[in-house]
């Protein structure tokens, strides 16, 4: 498992841009297909964006497909989630995952680490 922390949520108003990041300590990210779930108060976690180990293959859920971008930085240490337009209903506390394979999954029981999430909070 790869330690992970999540950090760049806070308030922000309805159209306004958020990057949210994820570090991990003392190793890298490099041989994990990584993702991002979040989750709002009485609701399921849901998946966000991944994107494979290579970098290569990224995948997005349609509520934010157009307004996200996820990547991962060349020293393969940081993972990083763009988010623009941003509406009320992305109101939830956003978490990093990994997993040791080549493929991007969308079913959070597939990830093996997790961070602690960081909240975002979308005012209208």
Do not use: H
């Amino acid at each position: 498992q790869v330690q992970l922390v999540e950090s760049g949520g806070g308030l922000v108003q309805a159209g306004g841009s958020l990057r949210l990041s994820c570090a991990t300590s003392g190793g890298t990210l490099r041989r994990y297909t990584m993702g991002w779930f979040r989750q709002a108060p009485g609701k399921e976690r849901e998946f966000v964006a991944g994107i494979s180990w290579i970098g290569v293959s990224t995948v997005y859920a349609d509520s934010v497909k157009g307004r996200a971008t996820i990547s991962r930085d060349n020293a393969e240490i940081t993972l990083y989630l763009q988010m623009n337009s941003l509406k009320p209903e992305d109101t939830a506390v956003y978490y990093c995952a990994a997993r040791t394979s080549l493929v991007v999954v969308t079913t959070a029981g597939d990830y093996d680490s997790w961070g602690q999430g960081t909240q975002v909070t979308v005012s209208s």
